[in-house]
């Protein structure tokens, strides 16, 4: 019986202590950096960070112009996953980075190659940066998260970007705002 109250009690205290973390951390949280002229600042390192996804738009499944014809590597910064995981909620400072790679030229009209593993649709280069920044205060008026364009290029991307317009990307976003602005349906982490 003593040896139950006292795991009991070991798990409360570890229960407490990970949502203690949780909760301090948050406040800790960050991959975003701003300049002096309020622009962010390229995240480095994004693709070691926590991979949460790699959807793909093709254009020959979408009428032959797809808005982001390419994949899309998602990354998350580690230390605001870890604050998601252990309660359900990005946290300010969180930041997302959605690099875009082009498909590798196909052998069919569908843009499909054969390879080895069968035929398929394989990432080719990148071709594009995009970041989402979590800030409640900052970004207020596009539901606490600020949108950024570092090029739809090749590398180099640019050094530092503004936030978009609204209409360029927060207005797609506001179709998921019940799960924080994400499409949390195309990322297995994230469900």
């Given at each position: 019986m003593k040896i139950i109250r006292i795991y009991c009690l070991v798990l409360i205290a570890l229960f407490g202590a990970?949502?203690?973390?949780?909760?301090?951390?948050s406040a800790a949280i960050g991959?975003?950096?701003f300049n002096s002229a309020d622009e962010l600042l390229l995240p480095l390192g994004y693709r070691q960070w926590v991979f949460i996804g790699a959807p793909l738009t093709p254009n020959q499944l979408n009428g032959g112009s797809a808005a982001f014809p390419e994949y899309h590597h998602v990354y998350v910064n580690p230390d605001a996953y870890a604050v998601y995981r252990a309660t359900g909620t990005f946290p300010d400072g969180t930041v997302v980075a959605k690099e875009l790679l082009l498909l590798q030229k196909g052998d069919h009209a569908d843009g499909s190659k054969n390879a080895a593993s069968g035929r398929g649709f394989f990432a080719g280069d990148y071709n594009g940066l995009d970041v989402m920044v979590k800030d409640s205060s900052r970004f207020a008026e596009t539901n606490g998260w600020g949108f950024f364009n570092?090029?739809?290029?090749?590398?180099?991307?640019?050094?530092?970007?503004?936030?978009?317009a609204e209409?360029?990307?927060a207005g797609c976003h506001r179709a998921v705002e019940k799960t924080d602005m994400l499409f949390k349906q195309f990322y297995p982490l994230l469900r």
């Open positions: 990970g949502r203690l973390f949780a909760q301090e951390s991959a975003a950096v570092f090029g739809h290029h090749q590398p180099p991307y640019l050094p530092a970007a503004t936030p978009q209409k360029d990307c």
